[in-house]
């Protein structure tokens, strides 16, 4: 490759990552976001055919950590290049990821898409360990094609399933915190026993049983908001239930 070439290759590739008019400003010019850039742009200019992320935004505040996720999947799909991505930060991988690995003590737990992994968990621990997660414990009472009877304490309902559990096998429900609605009326009675504002929801702890059930009730502006010590009755869809 002769020197026009590379300095066209260079060109490119500092345009592709948003830093022209910026090619003499040495590093203590550069703010943490553009540096990343620049390290982005040393890797890409090498055509590599895999590359790797080692938790590169981890020194980034929130917010700068929020846009350079973005610009990165946006210049990673425009390159057409594989990436591997490392980090403990849930969000870069939901919003980053075409597929995730979770693992855990070196073992894989799981792999799939980001909505397999939040929606369909295949243990416990994925469950857990991405977003937040209520569990249920119960007994399968019944089972027939792609359906349940599960008894949870003294309640019990029909949810979908196409797992292996058969009638008689202890199971866990999934629930996520924005899948629960509660009222006056539900499935579940209980109490409430904290209820923070959180801007965008009501982020309540609900007593049911000996179990603590986590709700984001969302946009409380327009919705009865439950203090603690009310007692309430707790909902949702069989369709937004799990079962491991």
């Known amino acids: 490759m002769n020197k026009k070439e590379l300095d066209e ?9 948003g830093l022209k008019g910026m090619e003499v400003r ?26 790797l992320f080692d938790e590169p935004l981890s020194n980034l505040d929130a917010k700068l950590r929020v846009y350079m996720r973005t610009e990165i999947r946006k210049i990673q799909k425009k390159v057409g290049i594989t990436a591997i991505y490392v980090t403990h930060d849930q969000s870069e991988a939901m919003s980053l990821s075409d597929r995730i690995i979770i693992m855990n003590k070196g073992i894989v737990e799981q792999v799939g ?11 416990e621990f994925v469950a857990d360990f991405i977003g937040t997660a209520n569990f249920l414990p119960g007994k ?5 094609y ?20 058969t009638t008689g096998d202890s199971c866990k429900l999934v629930l ?39 709700c984001e009730d969302f946009n409380p502006q327009v919705k009865k908001v ?10 949702f869809s069989k ?6």
């Not at 359906?147 to 559990?165: H, L």
């Not at 369709?239 to 491991?244: A, D, G, Q, S």
């Open 9 to 17: 290759k260079v060109k490119n590739i500092i345009e592709l990552v």
């Open 26 to 51: 040495y590093p203590n010019q550069l703010s943490g976001g553009q540096q990343q850039r620049v390290a982005l742009a040393r890797a890409l200019v090498m055509e590599p055919g895999v590359l």
């Open 113 to 123: 898409t980001p909505k397999e992994i939040y929606y369909t968990p295949a243990t």
């Open 140 to 144: 399968i009472t019944d089972a027939e």
């Open 146 to 165: 792609e359906n349940v009877t599960i008894k949870v304490d003294d309640v019990i309902f029909n949810v979908p399933y196409k797992g292996s559990k």
């Open 176 to 214: 996520r915190p924005e899948a629960i609605e509660i009222g006056e009326k539900g499935i579940f009675k209980g109490k409430i026993i904290s209820s923070t504002f959180m801007g965008a929801f009501q982020d309540y702890s609900i007593q049911v049983g000996e179990t603590i059930i986590k």
């Open 226 to 235: 439950y203090e603690e010590g009310q007692e309430v009755m707790i909902n």
């Open 239 to 244: 369709e937004n239930v799990h079962i491991i």
